[in-house]
């Protein structure tokens, strides 16, 4: 039981004292987890854990497309449209409880998780 606590308050604290980056790579990496954890549950017939996990995807994208500057220019508007996209299939995958639909959209999860660790690595060097 202790453990559980410190565990969870260690999680608070690097949430809430760690920089926009951070986050930013927290909830790209949360929604990757998410993501494997949702196409896992629909493979194992566990409807209400597919299902809380997609919700936990979709809320990751919300609050990325919520968050994202989107008169910073063109790009902004692109990935945008991405995260959009990418949360209309996540709904369709957990109505439809469909793995092909998780197939599809894993890999564009990990391509987007995987440009942001690249942009924070090269933001870090300059």
């Known amino acids: 039981m202790y453990g559980n606590k410190a565990y969870n308050a260690y999680k608070n604290n ?13 909830l790209v990496d949360g929604a990757v987890k998410y993501s494997k954890m949702g196409r896992q549950a ?3 017939k ?12 979709q809320d990751i994208f919300i609050e990325l497309m ?3 500057d989107t008169s910073a220019g063109e790009w902004a508007s692109q ?13 369709e995958a957990n109505i ?5 639909i998780m197939d599809e ?4 999860i990990e391509e987007i998780r995987d440009t942001w660790h690249a942009a924070t690595k ?5």
């Open 14 to 26: 690097s949430v809430n004292h760690a920089s926009k980056d951070q986050l930013l790579i927290m």
């Open 96 to 100: 439809k409880k469909s793995v092909e």
């Open 46 to 57: 566990d409807s209400k854990k597919a299902h809380e996990s997609l919700i936990r995807t």
């Open 66 to 68: 919520a968050t994202l």
């Open 105 to 108: 959209i894993i890999p564009l």
């Open 79 to 91: 990935i945008f449209s991405i995260y959009e996209f990418i949360n209309n299939r996540l709904v």
């Open 122 to 126: 090269l933001a870090k060097a300059k």
């Open 42 to 44: 629909i493979l194992d």
